[in-house]
């Protein structure tokens, strides 16, 4: 925590670290939702996010994306004095499309006093434009807004577990009553003070996934194929096959993707950017599999 007070200029009581994001996700809806209460979330988002209010019985509210966008507009509607949590993923996964920080500004202000806004920065440090949210701000100006990233995507430490959310310290301490003792080992740790120091690896991630994209989304416009632009580090396209069915083939060429159909998207494969060879190969396998 001392290294991420460093690192983001914010004191180290307006931190909470977690075994992934996904924990401090599941100890935000431990600690704020009672049986009933309102949570308002996008169709698609990241999945836990739905999961986790559903496991606390609450009242889910799911506003359809519009454009492949978070409809701001449904949103600030959706939003009364009996919505507890506003969850929103930015950028959106699967879709990777990104709110700006006009956008994101114009939801701030129409929270209602008592509702807790929950901004998951999971794909944060892959984003290269300049109008994305600084969310820190909100949280320094003493919002109800707690911003959650992770060391698993641009990092590379999925596998250790570990993420962290920033908040001011009146959410902090709520979050740490309800959170297990012990839940980040002492190896999650020191390789998440060693990625924070590692600027060249995240410049060279980033650099190899901006090649990627632009590689990707030449091959599906040869190909027909309708892709959502990204501000990840995957890219979301449409097929005219089940998901499922072009996943399994993907699979038995040892290529993994992520078909989309438990967010009701069945025909949406969502691609993770790997290496130039990677892409080429995963290129190859697509066309024989749908031509």
Known sequence: ?????????????YIITGNGSVELIHLVAKACINPGEKVVLSKPT??????????????LVELPVKNNRHDIDAIIDALDDKTKLLYIDNPNNPLGSMLTAEELDRV??????????????????????????????????????????TFSKIYGLA??????????????????????PFNVNS??????IAALDDTEHVERSRKLVEE????????????????????????????EMDAKEINSKLMKKGIIARPLNP????????????????NVKFIDALKEIIT
């Open 263 to 278: 967010y009701g998207l069945k025909n949406y494969l969502r691609i993770t950017i790997g290496t130039l060879e990677e």
């Open 46 to 59: 990241f999945i836990m996010g739905k999961i986790e209010s559903q496991i606390f019985e609450a009242e």
């Open 108 to 149: 701030v202000k129409s929270l209602p006093e008592n509702t807790l806004l929950v901004v998951d920065e999971a794909y944060r440090e892959y984003i290269t434009r300049e109008d994305f949210p600084d969310t820190i701000d909100y949280v320094r100006k003493g919002l109800n807004v707690i911003v959650l990233r």
């Open 187 to 192: 190896i999650a740790q020191k390789a998440a």
């Open 212 to 239: 990627g994209k632009r590689f990707l989304y030449k091959e599906f416009e040869k190909m027909g194929i309708y892709y959502i632009p990204s501000e990840a580090n995957f890219v979301t396209i449409k097929l």
């Open 1 to 13: 925590k001392n290294k991420l007070s460093e690192h983001l200029n914010i004191p180290v009581d």
């Open 159 to 180: 596998g250790l577990r570990i993420g962290y959310g920033i908040a001011r310290p009146e959410i902090i301490n709520i979050l740490l009553r309800v959170r297990l």
